[in-house]
C-alpha cells in the first residue's frame, strides 16, 4: 500500500470515529446531554401551616386556665384563624369569626370543644388544638441569694424547700436562717418565716408550707 492510500484510509478512520454518536471525546455513551439536577422541593415540614402547630404544651391535661395565661390557638388549615393569645383579666380571648371567648377556668381539652362548637357555624368539621405556651396564672416567684431568682409555674403542689431547689439552692452569702414568704391574703401582706438550716435537719417541718400562686420567696 503506497503512502497515499494509506492516509486516505487513515483519515477516513478518523472521520467514521468523530462523527459516531456516543463516541466523542470525554463524553459518556449511556449519559443524556445537557440533563440538570431537579430543584430541592420545599419540605412539608418547613410550610406555614405544619408550624402552627408546633408550639410546645407546657401544662398538664389538667391544668386550668387562668388571667395571663399565653395559649395557642390552632385550626387545621385555617392559619387566618390560628394564633397566640393571651387571657385578658376579664378571663376572654378574642378570635376571628367567633369574637370574644370567655376561657377562665376551663382546661385544655374544655377549651378545644368549645371552640369548635363555636365554629361550625362557619367551617366544616373544625379541628381545634389548644395548647399552654406561658403559664402566668399560676407562678410562685424566688429573689435574693439563690441561682436562678424569678417566677416558675405551679404546676404540682410545691413546698419551699422544693422552689429553692428548683432555683439553683442557696447562694454562698444566703442568711439560711432568715428567709420568708410573702403571701398577699384578702389585700394584706402575710409574711412566713423559714430557717433552712432547721428543715434541712429534719426539724421544725411545718416551716415548709406549700406555697400558693403569687407568693414570693425572700432569701436575704
Known sequence: MTDKTKRRVTGTLLAAVLGCPGMGLGQDAGAPRNQKKPPLQESAADSKGARSGSAQNLAPADFVIGESDALNINVWKEPEISQGVVVRP?????????????????????????LAIKLQSYLANPQVTVTVTDIRSKAVFITGEVGRQGGYPLLVPTTILQLITNAGGLGQFANKKGIFVLRTVDGKQQKFPFNYSQVIKGEKQEQNILLHPGDTVVVP
Request: no cysteine; net charge negative; proline share 8%.
Open 90 to 114: 376579664d378571663g376572654k380571648i378574642s378570635l376571628p369569626l367567633i369574637g370574644e371567648v370567655h376561657v377562665s377556668g376551663l382546661t385544655p381539652l374544655q377549651l378545644q370543644a368549645l
